[in-house]
């Protein structure tokens, strides 16, 4: 029998003060949630009210008690120096641009919504149920799923350290929720989920699962006899295949009416003074809370239990008011490092759109990955261009023939313009396109030129093709 006895032993472990949950929690909510979450609070705490003229900064200094030791502000490494009100006032406007952008903001309702009722109701330990709720945040209109595994694991930390592997496992259980097929990455992987959940013994299933994993870009250009050569399927089974495949749905979300009736107000504003960028918050990102003169005097005069409420609802409206501050003077910097590195699309227009990535942002201003993909999720940048996701202006790369990197948005650009410009009665083929590309000194593979083709939702060469024959019948 073992002897009873003591062991010592050292461990870190990542421990997070109430003041930095609740700036992480303020970052990555968007506009319509963040005002939800400040009602709520106003509702519960007599001590924090809206502020009805400008508000005062000395508020805060001149309400604290003789007998109260001042409160810790959150020090976390990615906070940024105090910014002028100059930055907070302006609201420029756009020729050509007049009332709200008409984007429908999607944050609510229709699929989301949906989604987050079923993990609720899932077994899912606290951890997965935080994996998952990323993973939901992170699609898009159609339910695919339009950020990276490394990209959902990086928004979980730090107050989360999970592996890649654990953010597969749950996506693989949200693939498998209703709809069956969302958060998937293509419409290739989409079927492929929607084919492995039908029964084993469903009819053909084996064979469209074999199509769609190796041969849809036969059966996207029609190519019957080489599917049958391929698959060694007979013609029957091949067409049973095929039409339990085109049973499916390609776009998980379509049946869900994500649109809503309110809609975006841009986070940020970029315009053109002389000649330079300059980035301002929407004014209306502050909301105005001060702290209620009544109770702060009821606080002085009153003791025992009532001190003890009345103080720790003091407590609170300061950390709020401290983390939305931090929370805008965040977004403000990481803007700002955005429109630095994307000067040449507020130029010029997506063809000079520069390569970027979540690391880049984060080296520039010194913060956490995390931190800049909460401050670009679901916040939106009005430019002379247009409205824009701050997401929208990270990209993947290629090459060029000159060791340097093009970004993928580029390349898509340079591809509309190719086949707005082809001939109608010979339209390009992707081998056709990427040999163009390589004159301009990108180097793209027909593959790649395939999918960049599909993203901006052209069909293929031969349907190309038959459309304009349908289309000089009917002139």
Not at 37 to 62: C, F, H, K, W
Not at 182 to 202: H, K, N, W, Y
Not at 210 to 227: G, N, P, Q, V
Not at 347 to 357: A, F, Q, T, V
């Amino acid at each position: 029998m073992a002897e009873p006895g003591l062991q010592l032993r050292l461990a870190q472990k990542l421990a997070l003060s109430p003041q930095l949950q609740q700036a992480i929690k303020l970052l990555q909510l968007n506009r319509i949630e963040l005002r939800e979450y400040i009602q709520e609070v106003l509702d519960s705490n007599p001590i924090l009210e809206r502020e009805e003229g400008e508000s005062d900064s000395s508020e805060l200094e001149t309400s604290k008690t003789e007998n109260e030791s001042p409160v810790e502000e959150p020090a976390v490494d990615w906070e940024m120096e105090t910014l002028g009100n100059e930055q907070w006032t302006e609201t420029p406007s756009y020729e050509g641009f007049s009332g709200e952008a008409q984007i429908a903001d999607d944050s609510e309702g229709g699929l989301l919504d949906h989604l987050l009722w079923q993990i609720n109701l899932s077994h899912f330990s606290d951890i997965d149920t935080a994996i998952a709720h990323a993973i939901v945040y992170g699609l898009d209109e159609e339910g695919f799923l339009a950020e990276t595994i490394a990209e959902i694991r990086a928004s979980l930390a730090p107050e989360l350290l999970v592996s890649e592997d654990e953010v597969l496992a749950v996506l693989h259980r949200v693939q498998r929720m209703e709809p069956v097929g969302v958060a998937t990455r293509d419409t290739a992987e989409c079927i492929r989920v929607q084919l492995s959940s039908l029964p084993s013994d469903t009819a053909y299933r084996d064979l469209a699962l074999r199509i769609a994993k190796d041969y849809l870009d036969l059966l996207a250009r029609h190519d019957m006899d080489e599917l049958r050569k391929r698959t060694g399927a007979d013609e029957d089974g091949v067409m049973a295949a095929l039409e339990l495949i085109q049973s499916l749905e390609p776009r998980p979300g379509s049946r869900y009416d994500n649109r809503r009736d309110e809609y975006l107000v841009p986070d940020v504003y970029v315009t053109r003074v002389d000649d330079e960028w300059r980035v301002t918050l929407n004014p209306e990102n502050e909301p105005g809370l001060k702290l209620n003169t009544y109770y702060i005097d009821l606080l002085r005069k009153s003791g025992g239990k009532d001190v003890d409420y009345l103080r720790g609802r003091l407590q609170e409206a300061r950390w709020l008011m401290s983390s939305l501050e931090l929370r805008n003077r965040t977004l403000l910097r990481v803007s700002q490092a955005i429109v630095e590195a994307q000067q040449g699309f507020m130029e010029d227009g997506e063809m000079s759109m520069k390569p970027l990535i979540l690391k880049d942002i984060s080296e520039s201003i010194e913060v956490h990955e995390s931190t800049v993909s909460r401050a670009t999720t679901r916040k939106y940048m009005l430019t002379p261009r247009g409205l824009f996701e701050l997401k929208y202006f990270f990209s993947s790369y290629v090459r060029s023939d000159r060791g340097g990197t093009v970004s993928a948005t580029a390349v898509k650009a340079r591809l509309q313009v190719l086949l707005e410009n082809e001939p109608a009665g010979k339209p390009l083929s992707d081998q056709d396109l990427s040999e163009l590309l390589k004159q301009t000194g990108i180097l793209v593979a027909r593959r790649t030129v395939a999918k960049y083709r599909e993203s901006l939702g052209i069909g293929s060469s031969s349907e190309r093709r038959r459309l304009y024959r349908r289309n000089s019948d009917h002139a």
